[in-house]
C-alpha cells in the first residue's frame, strides 16, 4: 500500500557517472557508533545513489535516517539545489524530526534559469519557502567557477545577492557553496554584509582562507575532502580553524570519505570524518563532537522543536 503521506518522489534524481568511470556501486559497511552523537549539516538525500550494476541503491530517506541514528548521526540538515528539491526539503523537515532544511537554487542552476528569464520566480519560490518553521537556512547558494565562466558567473553574483538577502530577511543561516571563487564569494559577502550565521559548506580553503573565516566568524563545515590523502592544505586549515567555528557535513551522495572515496556515500558515514578530523587536531572524538554537536545547535536551531504532528 502507498503512504497516502508520502512526499511527491518525483523530485529523485540519480546521480550522473563522472567520465564514464566504474564505480564500486555498493555501501560502504556501517562504522563503528560515536559515543556522542554529532548532525550532518549538509546532504542531499534526494540524489540516488548506488544504482546500476551490482548497486544496493538507491536508499529511501528514512532508511538514510534509520542508518545514521544506529551510528550516532542524531539529525541532518537535508539541503535543496533547485525549485523542486527545496520543496522537498521542506516537506520532509515539516514531518520528520531528525530532518531541518536548507533551501535555495545552486550557483550551477543561476545562469540558466537567468537565460530562460525564470530566476525572479524562482528566488520568490525560494523566498516563500524560507518562512517555513523547520527551514533554518538558505542554501546552498554562492559562486561557483569550476563549470561557470563569463555572463553565467554575473547571473550567480545576483542570485547569490538575493539568497543572502532572503537570509537576513528571515533570520536564517547562509550556507555557501564555493567552488575556485573564494575572493569573489568573499568580496560579495563583504560588500552586502554577510548573515550572523554563515557556513561555508565543504570547506575548500587553505589555512589562509580558514583564519580570514575566524576573523569575520564565520563558520567552517568539514567534509569527507577532509580524510583523503592528497588533502593537506585542508587538515592545516582545520587545525588552524577555531573549535567553536567547526561543522562537520557529508555532502552525501559525493565526497565519501576515506577508505571509501568513490563509492555512494551517506549520512550514516559522518563518524569515519569526525575521527579522522579528531585525529588530525589531536583531540578525542568524543570532545569534538560535544563541541560540533553544539556549534550546530547554534547554528539551525534545535531539531526536536516544531516538528508538524502528521495525522493519519
Ligand atoms: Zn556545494
Ligand atoms: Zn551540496
Known sequence: ????????????????????QRRDLTY????????????????HMEIADGVGDGGDGPL?????????SSVGVRGVVQVGTDLETSRWSAEIAAREPRVLAAVALHPNEAPELEERGLL????????????????RAIGETGLDYFRTEGPGRAAQIR?????????????LALTIHDRDAHEDVIATLDRVGAPEKTVFHCFSGDADLARLCAERGWYMS???????????????????????????????????PTPYRGRPNAPY?????????????????????AQISSNTEL????WDADPVTVTE
Open 159 to 171: 542570485s547569490f545577492e538575493a539568497h543572502i538577502a532572503i537570509a537576513k530577511t528571515h533570520g
Open 28 to 43: 560502504p559497511p556501517l562504522p563503528q557508533a560515536l559515543v556522542v552523537p554529532v548532525y550532518d549539516n549538509h546532504t
Open 222 to 256: 568539514f567534509a569527507g575532502t577532509v580524510t583523503f590523502k592528497n588533502a593537506q592544505s585542508l587538515r592545516d586549515a582545520l587545525e588552524v580553524a577555531p573549535r567553536h567555528l567547526i561543522l562537520i557535513e557529508t555532502d552525501a551522495p559525493f565526497l565519501t
Open 60 to 68: 529511501d530517506y528514512r532508511e538514510h535516517l534509520d542508518r545514521a
Open 1 to 20: 500500500m502507498s503512504d497516502p503521506n508520502a512526499p511527491d518522489e518525483s523530485h529523485v534524481r540519480a546521480r550522473r557517472d563522472q567520465g564514464g
Open 299 to 302: 547554528v539551525y536551531g534545535r
Open 269 to 289: 558515514l559522518i563518524p569515519l570524518t569526525l575521527r579522522s578530523m579528531a585525529e588530525t587536531i589531536g583531540t578525542d572524538p568524543s570532545m569534538l563532537a
Open 120 to 135: 525572479d520566480d524562482h528566488l520568490a519560490g525560494i523566498a516563500e519557502l524560507a518562512a517555513l518553521p523547520r527551514v
